[in-house]
């Protein structure tokens, strides 16, 4: 007897239709998994044969023969169990066959029977309202998720409770709408930061025009503790980005079941030991990197130099583009990676240098070595570079600085300008002659040169001007980088 | 004349430091090979040139000193006048403070701007800072190798050797071919001193080769300026002790352009608002941000357009007048 049911396989953030079937025969008791499953799809055997027996359900011994379709795709991943369970349940007609019909579903099966969440439901959903599936049989914790891509989830708890909504002994449960409902995760507040005018004012600028930055100074100036509180006073995401964004977040299984839509900027800060794989992504079977999780938010590298290089120059792709591209045997991705890039470093590798206290103690080599880590090529796409001077006792005995909250005002009435008349702020003569003036001057090149523009209309926005005037430019100039990152 | 190529050659295959030719059957049977039209012939087509101790265009400061080198070779187009006229050595440590190397190129480009020849050893630090400040003013500058002349030692300074050669010159007594080694360095600085008639060092650990600079300076009885660091800096240690010993404070391009009888051009009208600025250097943005009760993004703007007009310069996040 053979029966079929459909689930989704991703590759990369994109869903494919994967028909299960099964065929059950009377016979010398086997079980085989064919269709290219990895080693955790291939281990489904052993959890569904225990979830079955759970579920109270006797099967007679038979040669049972497991084929997901198309045979050529590889198949990853634990989310098979409950597609397999069903179809086998189908095929020994203890489910009604036509019952799957109009059904996708996807799950992990616990030893118990208890059906647990997979990432990337939401993609799944997305790829069976595609194929016009109307409902989606998944974990309970999955069915908000589910919902977001309008297709009607059925919440499970145990393998038995989708055996009796198939037979048709009763409804599912129905899934409370939970979006918003769970509190929004906190972010460090700009009041704790005490001092540190220019570096704050750079936060800001870099929040409002989505520009990368870059702090520099010697260790225990606050560079890190600054880059963390850029999501804090980030707006939240438009509409259309929030579906795009948690897509990406699901197939990464990064979503809590309370607030299974993301609707604040993401914040990723990836260790510095980080491979070129997990910053852009990568595997066999390409999955989203750190830059991809990052997409629409932030990305924090923190000690930049200490970053392998190749991981470092492949950010320079999505920072052009806003995508990467991953090529591998098993396929190729194009993963979005449009984030904001905020990275910290020393000023050399023993971190003394700009420290007017200590003196820096690394040989000519060895700071030659260390700037050369960087390229010419990744420091010019920071668009905002700040050098943080080690902050003097009376600043951090200083009252608490402005919190994030008048910030993250300014900062969106900012965006809302530039999103809606960008065009329309122009530089006056004045501010386009200072801008050739500094061109002739300074070591800018024709990209340096258009990042100084942008950061001056952005300048000009927060300021609540109609035109770019001459101080705004000036104050974009001051943001370069300086020459002891480059020389 | 056609000896002291000989030598010159010599020495720098067999690794020897020779001032004369030496008395040995083995240069004797070395310079009887030597044919010395062929060497200069090779020279010329790689566009160098060499100066014999007793030919006409051998520098006279150079030739004055206690053990000048049996000639040297030059790098660049440059007429080999520009080795008489008058000129100031710049040195220092090389690695320097942020300090260190703004002062060198202050004084690297005022002393190339009021016409003398700035002189220095193409060494990373000071040295480069003041070539590549004389080479802002549209001046000449020198650069003295402690390596063979064909050779950019360092190599990520060939850059700034181009630039020498194109409106200075390089000068080495080392012929083609010769390796860095240590013991020529502290050689190269009698050079360095001898070329100039005045030397200033700018910042010198305990035991740098600045100091050794300043010393043959002193021992050839030329004037020595050295500019006064932090007491508690390491990378002053050496200077301050030079001027305890009695060594002229340099406090500004003017200390020095005075002893050459020389008027420090005159320098830009500052607003108000950047006199304010002025009075407070050296300072950190936010300290400038306090002490004039100005909000970040208008000061930001202040100091570009102080960079911009050159009154300041930024560097590891503070700010410092460049006059």
């Known amino acids: 007897m053979l029966a079929r049911t459909v689930t989704h396989a991703l590759v990369g953030l994109e869903a494919r239709r994967v028909e299960v079937e099964v065929q059950f025969r009377h016979g010398v008791p086997a079980f085989t998994i064919v269709g290219l499953p990895d080693r955790a799809c291939q281990e489904a055997k052993v959890r569904v044969k225990s979830g079955i027996a759970a579920a109270e359900i006797r099967l007679e011994s038979a040669k049972i023969t497991v084929n997901l379709a198309p045979a050529a795709?590889?198949?990853?991943?634990?989310?098979?169990?409950?597609?397999?369970?069903?179809?086998?349940?189908?095929a020994a007609r203890e489910i009604p066959v036509g019952s799957l019909a109009?059904?996708?579903?996807?799950?992990?099966?616990?030893?118990?029977?208890?059906?647990?969440?997979?990432?990337?439901?939401?993609?799944?959903?997305?790829?069976?309202?595609?194929?016009?599936?109307?409902?989606?049989?998944?974990?309970?914790?999955?069915?908000?998720?589910?919902?977001?891509?309008g297709v009607e989830p059925v919440p499970l708890r145990h393998l038995s409770?989708?055996?009796?909504?198939?037979?048709?002994?009763?409804?599912?449960?129905?899934?409370?709408?939970?979006?918003?409902?769970?509190?929004?995760?906190?972010?460090?507040?700009?009041?704790?930061?005490r001092g540190q005018e220019r570096a704050r004012r750079a936060l800001e600028l870099a929040a409002a025009g989505s520009h990368n930055l870059l702090l520099a100074g010697p260790p225990g100036t606050g560079k890190t503790m600054l880059a963390r509180r850029l999501p804090g006073i980030l707006p939240p995401l438009a509409p259309d980005e929030r579906l795009e964004v948690t897509r990406i977040h699901s197939v990464a299984g990064l979503l809590?079941?309370?607030?299974?839509?993301?609707?604040?900027?993401?914040?990723?800060?990836?260790?510095?030991?980080?491979?070129?794989?997990?910053?852009?992504?990568?595997?066999?079977?390409?999955?989203?990197?750190?830059?991809?999780?990052?997409?629409?938010?932030?990305?924090?590298?923190?000690?930049?130099?200490?970053?392998?290089?190749?991981a470092l120059e492949a950010l320079r792709q999505p920072l052009e583009d806003g995508v990467v591209s991953v090529a591998r045997a098993g396929g190729h991705c194009i993963f979005p990676a449009r984030f904001q890039l905020v990275a910290t470093m020393n000023l050399c590798p023993c971190g003394a240098r700009g420290d007017p206290r200590v003196e820096c103690s690394c040989s000519p080599q060895r700071l030659a070595a260390f700037r050369d880590k960087l390229s010419r090529a990744l420091l010019d796409r920071f668009d905002l570079v700040v050098t943080v001077p080690r902050a003097r006792a009376q600043e951090l005995a200083a009252a608490e600085g402005e919190t994030s909250e008048p910030v993250r005002e300014r900062v969106a009435a900012a965006r809302a300008r530039l999103r809606t008349d960008a065009a329309a702020i122009r530089r006056s003569p004045a501010a386009d002659d200072l801008l050739t003036r500094a061109v002739d001057r300074l070591p800018l090149s024709g990209r340096g040169r258009a990042r100084v523009a942008r950061v001056a209309r952005t300048v000009a926005a927060l300021a609540g001007a109609d035109e770019v005037a001459p101080e705004h430019v000036a104050e974009a100039l001051s943001y370069r980088s300086p020459s002891e990152l480059s020389s | 004349m056609r000896d002291e190529l000989a030598v010159a050659v010599f020495a720098a295959e067999t690794g020897f430091h020779l001032v004369s030719a030496p008395e040995s059957g083995r240069f004797r049977?070395?310079?009887?090979?030597?044919?010395?039209?062929?060497?200069?012939?090779?020279?010329?087509?790689?566009?160098?040139?060499?100066?014999?101790?007793?030919?006409?265009?051998?520098?006279?400061?150079?030739?004055?000193?206690?053990?000048?080198?049996?000639?040297?070779?030059?790098?660049?187009?440059?007429p080999l006048e520009l080795l008489d006229r008058p000129s100031v050595a710049v040195v220092g440590a090389r690695t320097c403070s942020a300090y260190g190397a703004q002062t060198a190129r202050m004084l690297g480009r005022e002393l190339a701007q009021a016409g003398l020849v700035v002189v220095s050893g193409l060494a990373r630090g000071v040295d480069a800072?003041?070539?590549?400040?004389?080479?802002?003013?549209?001046?000449a500058t020198v650069a003295v190798l402690g390596c063979g002349i064909d050779r950019d030692y360092p190599a990520s300074h060939r850059e700034l050797a181009r630039s020498i050669v194109r409106d200075g010159l390089i000068v080495s007594e080392y012929a083609p071919g010769v390796e860095p080694a240590p013991w020529r360095f502290p050689a190269r600085n009698r050079i360095i001193a001898g070329l100039a008639a005045a030397t200033v060092v700018v910042e010198a650990r305990e035991r740098s080769g600045a100091l050794i600079t300043a010393d043959l300076a002193l021992e050839e009885g030329r004037e020595v300026f050295t500019v006064p660091g932090e007491i508690t800096s390491a990378l002053s240690?050496?200077?301050?002790?030079?001027?305890?010993?009695?060594?002229?404070?340099?406090?500004?391009?003017?200390?020095?352009?005075?002893?050459?009888?020389?008027e420090p051009p005159p320098g830009a009208e500052a607003s108000p608002d950047a006199a304010r600025v002025l009075e407070l250097l050296p300072a950190g943005a936010d300290e400038l941000g306090r002490a004039l009760r100005l909000d970040a993004g208008p000061l930001a703007a202040l100091l570009a357009e102080l960079e911009l007009t050159g009154v300041v310069v930024e560097a590891e996040g503070v700010y410092r007048t460049s006059r």
Request: glycine share 12%.
């Open chain 2, 29 to 78: 049977r070395f310079a009887a090979g030597f044919e010395g039209q062929a060497y200069r012939a090779e020279l010329d087509r790689r566009g160098l040139r060499f100066v014999g101790r007793s030919a006409p265009g051998f520098p006279r400061s150079l030739a004055a000193i206690f053990d000048p080198p049996v000639g040297i070779f030059v790098r660049g187009t440059q």
């Open chain 1, 102 to 149: 109009e059904h996708a579903s996807v799950g992990e099966l616990a030893l118990d029977g208890r059906i647990r969440p997979v990432g990337g439901v939401l993609a799944a959903a997305e790829g069976a309202r595609r194929n016009g599936l109307s409902r989606l049989l998944c974990a309970a914790e999955s069915a908000p998720e589910a919902e977001l891509a």
């Open chain 1, 256 to 310: 809590s079941a309370e607030r299974p839509l993301v609707t604040l900027p993401p914040f990723r800060a990836p260790h510095h030991s980080a491979s070129m794989a997990a910053i852009v992504g990568g595997g066999s079977g390409p999955r989203p990197g750190e830059a991809t999780l990052a997409h629409r938010g932030v990305l924090l590298l923190d000690e930049l130099p200490e970053f392998v290089r190749p």
């Open chain 1, 73 to 90: 795709l590889r198949k990853e991943g634990s989310g098979y169990d409950l597609p397999i369970a069903l179809a086998i349940l189908a």
């Open chain 2, 237 to 262: 240690k050496g200077t301050n002790a030079l001027l305890r010993l009695g060594a002229t404070a340099c406090t500004g391009s003017a200390d020095v352009l005075e002893s050459f009888g020389l």
């Open chain 1, 161 to 193: 409770e989708a055996v009796s909504y198939l037979r048709g002994e009763s409804e599912p449960p129905a899934v409370a709408s939970q979006n918003g409902h769970g509190p929004p995760p906190a972010h460090p507040d700009l009041r704790d930061v």
């Open chain 2, 129 to 139: 800072e003041a070539h590549r400040g004389a080479l802002e003013a549209g001046g």
